[in-house]
C-alpha cells in the first residue's frame, strides 16, 4: 500500500481544510486508516482513524464535532474534513495504514503541514 497526502495550508482560526490521502495498492488487506498529527519537538499521535470494512470511525476529543474523516472509493481517498480550526491544530499531518487490528501503523504517507493562525 502507498499513501500519499494532500490539502495542507495556511489557514486562520475558524477556517477550514481538507486533507486528503490517496492511496494505492493492496488495500483489500487493510484494517483501517488514520490521520495522525506531530507539533515539532513532540511525538506523533492519532487524530481519527476510519475502519476498512465497515467505516466505523474515531476521533480524539480534542477534534470531535469539528473534524470528519471519510473514504471516498471513487477517487481511492481517505479525507480528513477539519473545521473551526484553532492554532492548537497547528502540526505536520501524516496518513497511516495497517493490516490488523493492535499492531502499529506500518505504512505511512510524508506528511502535509497545516498551520492556523489566530
Known amino acids: 500500500v502507498q499513501l500519499v497526502e494532500s490539502g495542507g495550508g495556511l489557514v486562520q482560526a475558524g477556517d477550514s481544510l481538507r486533507l486528503s490521502c490517496a492511496y494505492s495498492?493492496?488495500?483489500?488487506?487493510?484494517?483501517?486508516m488514520g490521520w495522525f498529527r506531530q507539533d515539532p519537538g513532540k511525538a506523533r499521535y492519532l487524530v481519527a482513524r476510519?475502519?476498512?470494512?465497515?467505516?466505523?470511525?474515531y476521533y480524539i476529543d480534542s477534534v470531535k464535532g469539528r473534524f470528519t474523516i471519510s473514504r471516498d472509493n471513487a477517487k481511492n481517498t481517505v479525507n480528513l474534513q477539519m473545521n473551526s480550526l484553532k492554532p492548537e491544530d497547528t502540526a505536520a499531518y501524516y496518513c497511516?495504514?495497517?493490516?490488523?487490528?493492535?499492531?502499529?501503523?506500518?505504512?505511512w504517507g510524508q506528511g502535509t503541514q497545516v498551520t492556523v493562525s489566530s
Open positions: 497511516a495504514a495497517r493490516t490488523k487490528i493492535y499492531q502499529a501503523y506500518d505504512v
Open positions: 495498492g493492496r488495500t483489500f488487506t487493510l484494517y483501517d
Open positions: 476510519i475502519t476498512w470494512s465497515n467505516g466505523a470511525t
